[in-house]
């Protein structure tokens, strides 16, 4: 299809083909597999094991996905021993050999698991175009499946159908909740992980061809010295038979991105080791006042020495000291601070020359003083409250505990920075940066279900900016990623009864995901089922809202474009408005959204005919309704603008010439 368009200055194109497609069941979203999972498993393979044996994870999921049945292979182990890895080179086999029509491999998706209910999976829900091979990774979410035997069972079903139309899937699971022993089918799909590829030729095939790197590989020689004490290469150490192969990688992108020298090489390696070895002498050799002044440095990084020395003895729950004795006796402060592992520049000190040293600190404390937990986040609300030396790295302060949060797989970290929203704080700067935490964490692999758990419950909580912080989540990528879950905590934001800023976020955080490509059908089909079906407050508010032109007429124009050729689209328009305009708590807002379409229609931004039409059956239908009444008859002591004068006469209803109750000299100007 070749399509020539000129003379478009000041004029907006809508390319309908794919938006206005607006029926049909709505599917999980995918995305491709990334270019660097390709290259891994086309280029740096490796299906041995530290001794010489053979990985035969992927191998034996090819195997099952190629013989008779259902096109499934489920790929079950404990973690670290490479099980998406090994399934997404399962699929790329696959889809070399099965190659599409036109003689192509199969296109590779990730499915993403934005399951309405996480622990009642749809999967009716799961993609299922011919000809493609899909990743599925539920390690994370499976052993919180209510009815794991009955999902099981459904995604067999599912694989039957996939099987038919030349589509493959292979399922991530954990190590014990896939139900193979309820039956034989269950258990046939079923490949386990036993034995991790070898981790330095993990790490030697990164560095080739994931870095292009090739000349490091000598950092990770094993074979033994002339002294016979240790391997030639410097790094080879920090790799076991036991490392999995993301350590292996880890370790591969730690060198890759090191200076090619000694000094690199060494900061590399204590990155990778996480600064272990540093970490452990520093709390071996000091007493609590400098660990405490550790900890301070750590969230405060780049503060006044002094200002460090006052925070830990906050932490530690003294006063400021002031004897003088006291004072004038030990070490100089600048030499405490280096002792701990400081850089002091003049009269300030930092731990950033040395990358992940902070967060290093932070996790041996977290693991090795349990006890502190509690009152080093109540500390920490205290020097992060405005005016206190730690609001000012707030930014810093929550990218180090949701590290802490997705490393140690501790929800309680996050729900620790939940409190710090309505710490007196109400700038937009600050709730948009803990809506950025929450979007970091709700999408690690491992700590992402409980924190998306929480996401729902906090939609539904009365504080108004924590509404409002879940409704900034909902504008981020994790709509992308995950817009049904997004779509069901915007609706209990919606349904608020005040409309408030939580209300006014989550509006635009809807208005924003219908005008993303590809999502507007998802989010037009669940606000017209909110809107019509049960009637909420918050179906009314999204489809009155969504359909709002004044910041961006495109999701109007858009449907109006659909509405114009798929009548029962135009019919759910009516449908909706009907709905809405039966519900007195959106009364403004129906009056508001017909001004708007009114001025929409005079600019040439949606078709006048069409508009009228839908309107004028809107109006027919509800002529006495207050919001209705106060478009066609005016109200007294308001003036409405040309657009809406104009969109009256058009209308021609007879009514009119009789029954108004306004003058004219009170409604038109």
Same mark, same amino acid.
């Given at each position: 299809?070749?399509?020539?368009?000129?003379?478009?200055?000041?004029?907006?194109?809508?390319?309908?083909?794919?938006?206005?497609?607006?029926?049909?069941?709505?599917?999980?979203?995918?995305?491709?597999?990334?270019?660097?999972?390709? *290259?891994?498993?086309?280029?740096?393979?490796?299906?041995?094991?530290?001794s010489?044996?053979?990985?035969?994870?992927?191998?034996?999921?090819?195997?099952?996905? *190629?013989s008779?049945?259902?096109?499934?292979?489920?790929?079950?182990?404990?973690?670290?021993?490479?099980?998406?890895?090994?399934?997404?080179?399962?699929?790329?086999?696959?889809?070399?050999?099965?190659?599409?029509?036109?003689?192509?491999?199969?296109?590779?998706?990730?499915?993403?698991?934005?399951?309405?209910?996480?622990?009642?999976?749809?999967?009716?829900?799961?993609?299922?175009?011919?000809?493609?091979?899909?990743?599925?990774?539920?390690a994370?979410?499976?052993?919180?499946?209510?009815?794991?035997?009955e999902?099981?069972e459904?995604?067999?079903?599912?694989?039957?159908?996939?099987?038919?139309?030349?589509?493959?899937?292979v399922?991530i699971?954990?190590?014990?909740?896939?139900?193979?022993?309820?039956?034989?089918?269950?258990?046939?799909?079923?490949?386990?992980?036993?034995?991790?590829?070898?981790?330095?030729?993990?790490?030697?095939?990164?560095?080739?061809?994931?870095?292009?790197?090739?000349? $490091?590989?000598?950092?990770?020689?094993?074979? *033994?010295?002339?002294?016979?004490?240790?391997?030639?290469?410097?790094?080879?150490?920090?790799?076991?038979?036991?490392?999995?192969?993301?350590?292996?990688?880890?370790?591969?992108?730690?060198?890759?991105?090191?200076?090619?020298?000694?000094?690199?090489?060494?900061?590399?390696?204590?990155?990778f080791?996480?600064?272990?070895?540093?970490?452990?002498?520093?709390?071996?050799?000091? +007493?609590?006042?400098?660990?405490?002044?550790?900890?301070?440095?750590?969230?405060?990084?780049?503060s006044?020495?002094?200002?460090?020395?006052?925070?830990? $003895?906050?932490?530690?729950?003294?006063?400021p000291?002031?004897?003088?004795?006291?004072?004038?006796?030990?070490?100089?402060?600048? *030499?405490?601070?280096?002792?701990?592992?400081?850089?002091?520049?003049?009269?300030?000190?930092?731990?950033?020359?040395?990358?992940?040293?902070?967060?290093?600190?932070?996790? @041996?404390?977290?693991?090795q003083?349990?006890?502190?937990?509690?009152?080093?986040?109540?500390?920490?609300?205290?020097?992060?409250?405005?005016?206190?030396?730690?609001?000012?790295?707030?930014?810093?302060?929550?990218?180090?505990?949701?590290?802490?949060?997705?490393?140690?797989?501790?929800?309680?970290?996050?729900?620790?920075?939940?409190?710090?929203?309505?710490?007196?704080?109400?700038?937009?700067?600050?709730?948009?940066?803990?809506?950025?935490?929450?979007?970091?964490?709700?999408?690690?692999?491992?700590? +992402?279900?409980?924190?998306?758990?929480?996401?729902l419950?906090?939609?539904?909580?009365?504080?108004?900016?924590?509404?409002?912080?879940?409704?900034?989540?909902?504008?981020?990528?994790?709509?992308?990623?995950?817009?049904?879950?997004?779509?069901?905590?915007?609706?209990?934001?919606?349904?608020?009864?005040?409309?408030?800023?939580?209300?006014?976020?989550?509006?635009?955080?809807?208005?924003?995901?219908?005008?993303?490509?590809?999502?507007?059908?998802?989010?037009?089909?669940?606000?017209?089922?909110?809107?019509?079906e049960? +009637?909420?407050l918050?179906?009314?508010?999204?489809?009155?809202?969504?359909?709002d032109?004044?910041?961006?007429?495109?999701?109007?124009?858009?449907?109006?474009?659909?509405?114009?050729?798929?009548?029962?689209?135009?019919?759910?328009?009516?449908?909706g408005?009907?709905?809405?305009?039966?519900?007195?708590?959106?009364?403004?807002?129906?009056?508001?959204?017909?001004?708007?379409?009114?001025?929409?229609?005079?600019?040439?931004?949606?078709?006048?005919?069409?508009?009228?039409?839908?309107?004028?059956?809107?109006?027919?239908?509800?002529?006495?309704?207050?919001?209705?009444?106060?478009?066609?008859?005016?109200?007294?002591?308001?003036?409405?603008?040309e657009?809406?004068?104009?969109?009256?006469?058009?209308?021609?209803?007879?009514?009119?010439? @009789?029954?108004?109750?306004?003058?004219?000299e009170?409604t038109?100007?």
């Amino acid at each position: 299809m070749q399509v020539d368009v000129r003379s478009v200055e000041r004029s907006q194109i809508i390319i309908a083909g794919g938006d206005v497609n607006l029926t049909g069941k709505q599917r999980l979203p995918v995305v491709d597999v990334s270019e660097v999972d390709l *290259t891994v498993v086309r280029l740096a393979w490796v299906d041995t094991t530290h001794s010489g044996g053979a990985v035969m994870t992927a191998s034996d999921a090819v195997s099952r996905l *190629t013989s008779d049945g259902p096109a499934l292979a489920v790929i079950a182990g404990p973690v670290g021993y490479g099980k998406r890895t090994a399934g997404i080179r399962a699929l790329w086999e696959v889809s070399q050999a099965e190659r599409s029509g036109d003689g192509s491999p199969l296109p590779l998706k990730v499915v993403r698991p934005d399951w309405d209910r996480p622990e009642a999976p749809d999967v009716d829900s799961l993609p299922d175009q011919p000809g493609s091979a899909y990743l599925l990774d539920v390690a994370a979410e499976i052993s919180g499946w209510e009815k794991p035997d009955e999902v099981a069972e459904s995604l067999v079903t599912h694989a039957e159908k996939l099987r038919r139309m030349g589509s493959y899937l292979v399922v991530i699971a954990d190590e014990h909740s896939w139900p193979e022993v309820e039956s034989g089918t269950l258990g046939r799909v079923v490949i386990r992980a036993k034995s991790r590829p070898a981790p330095h030729r993990v790490a030697e095939k990164h560095l080739e061809y994931v870095y292009r790197k090739p000349e $490091r590989i000598r950092w990770l020689n094993t074979a *033994t010295n002339a002294t016979g004490t240790d391997m030639v290469g410097r790094a080879a150490h920090l790799l076991s038979d036991a490392s999995s192969p993301a350590d292996a990688a880890r370790l591969a992108d730690e060198l890759a991105r090191a200076e090619n020298s000694d000094e690199g090489l060494k900061t590399a390696v204590a990155a990778f080791q996480q600064w272990r070895t540093q970490v452990v002498n520093v709390f071996k050799e000091t +007493g609590p006042a400098d660990r405490a002044l550790l900890v301070a440095a750590l969230f405060l990084s780049g503060s006044e020495a002094t200002t460090l020395q006052n925070a830990s $003895r906050s932490l530690l729950g003294k006063p400021p000291q002031d004897d003088v004795e006291i004072i004038l006796s030990g070490p100089d402060l600048a *030499t405490r601070l280096r002792g701990i592992g400081a850089k002091v520049n003049g009269r300030h000190a930092t731990l950033d020359h040395k990358p992940g040293y902070a967060q290093a600190v932070l996790n @041996h404390l977290w693991q090795q003083r349990p006890d502190i937990h509690r009152p080093l986040l109540k500390w920490l609300d205290t020097i992060t409250a405005p005016g206190e030396p730690g609001a000012s790295c707030l930014s810093a302060t929550s990218d180090l505990l949701v590290e802490l949060a997705i490393t140690e797989n501790d929800v309680k970290v996050i729900d620790q920075i939940r409190t710090w929203i309505d710490n007196g704080n109400t700038t937009a700067e600050h709730l948009q940066l803990i809506a950025g935490v929450f979007t970091r964490a709700a999408e690690a692999d491992a700590l +992402g279900p409980k924190v998306r758990a929480r996401l729902l419950d906090w939609a539904r909580a009365e504080s108004e900016s924590v509404a409002t912080v879940v409704a900034l989540v909902c504008q981020s990528e994790f709509a992308d990623h995950y817009p049904r879950q997004s779509l069901v905590r915007l609706r209990h934001i919606l349904d608020r009864p005040e409309p408030g800023a939580a209300v006014g976020t989550a509006e635009k955080a809807l208005r924003t995901m219908a005008a993303r490509p590809g999502h507007l059908p998802r989010v037009w089909g669940t606000v017209i089922k909110w809107a019509t079906e049960r +009637g909420h407050l918050a179906g009314h508010r999204a489809f009155l809202s969504l359909l709002d032109p004044q910041d961006d007429a495109y999701v109007l124009q858009v449907m109006m474009e659909a509405a114009g050729h798929t009548p029962e689209v135009r019919t759910a328009l009516l449908r909706g408005w009907n709905a809405a305009l039966a519900d007195t708590r959106v009364a403004t807002q129906c009056r508001d959204l017909m001004i708007a379409w009114a001025r929409a229609r005079a600019e040439g931004l949606v078709p006048h005919d069409l508009i009228t039409n839908l309107l004028r059956q809107v109006v027919t239908e509800h002529l006495y309704t207050s919001p209705v009444a106060a478009l066609v008859f005016g109200e007294p002591g308001v003036q409405y603008d040309e657009p809406v004068i104009a969109l009256r006469k058009d209308l021609q209803l007879p009514v009119l010439a @009789h029954t108004s109750p306004a003058s004219p000299e009170a409604t038109e100007s």
